[in-house]
C-alpha cells in the first residue's frame, strides 16, 4: 500500500518561500511520476506540477517561474520550492501520482500566505 506524508507548510507573508516534502513508501519510487496538488477552500484539488521517473518537469501555469518540483530518488522523496508566493497560492498542498491521483490521498500540508 503506497502512503505519502506530507510536510514543511506553515504560515508565511506574500514574496515568502516554503520547500514542502513527501515521502513515499511502499513503491518503487523511482521509476513512478509524482505529483504536487492542492486545494483551496471551497475549491477542487487542482495539480500544481509534476514530475517523471526521468526528473523532466511540467508546471500549472499559474506556479511557472515560482515553484520548483525535484525528486531525491534515494530517500524516496518529492519536493516543490515555492518561491514569490501569493495569497492565492494558499491552499492544502498534497503529493500523488504524477499520471493520475492514484493513491490514497495522505493528510496535506496546509500553506497560508498573508497579504
Known amino acids: 500500500q503506497v502512503q505519502l506524508v506530507e510536510s514543511g507548510g506553515g504560515l508565511v507573508q506574500a514574496g515568502g518561500s516554503l520547500r514542502l516534502s513527501c515521502v513515499v513508501s511502499?513503491?518503487?519510487?523511482?521509476?513512478?511520476?509524482f505529483g504536487w496538488y492542492r486545494q483551496a477552500p471551497g475549491k477542487q484539488r487542482e495539480l500544481v506540477a509534476r514530475?517523471?521517473?526521468?526528473?523532466?518537469?511540467d508546471y500549472a501555469d499559474f506556479v511557472k517561474g515560482r515553484f520548483t518540483i525535484s525528486r531525491d530518488n534515494a530517500k524516496n522523496t518529492l519536493y516543490l520550492q515555492m518561491n514569490s508566493l501569493k495569497p492565492e497560492d494558499t491552499a492544502v498542498y498534497y503529493c500523488n501520482g504524477g499520471v493520475r491521483a492514484s493513491y490514497s490521498w495522505g493528510r496535506g500540508t496546509q500553506v497560508t500566505v498573508s497579504s
Open positions: 514530475i517523471n521517473y526521468r526528473g523532466s518537469p
Open positions: 511502499g513503491i518503487t519510487f523511482s521509476i513512478t511520476a
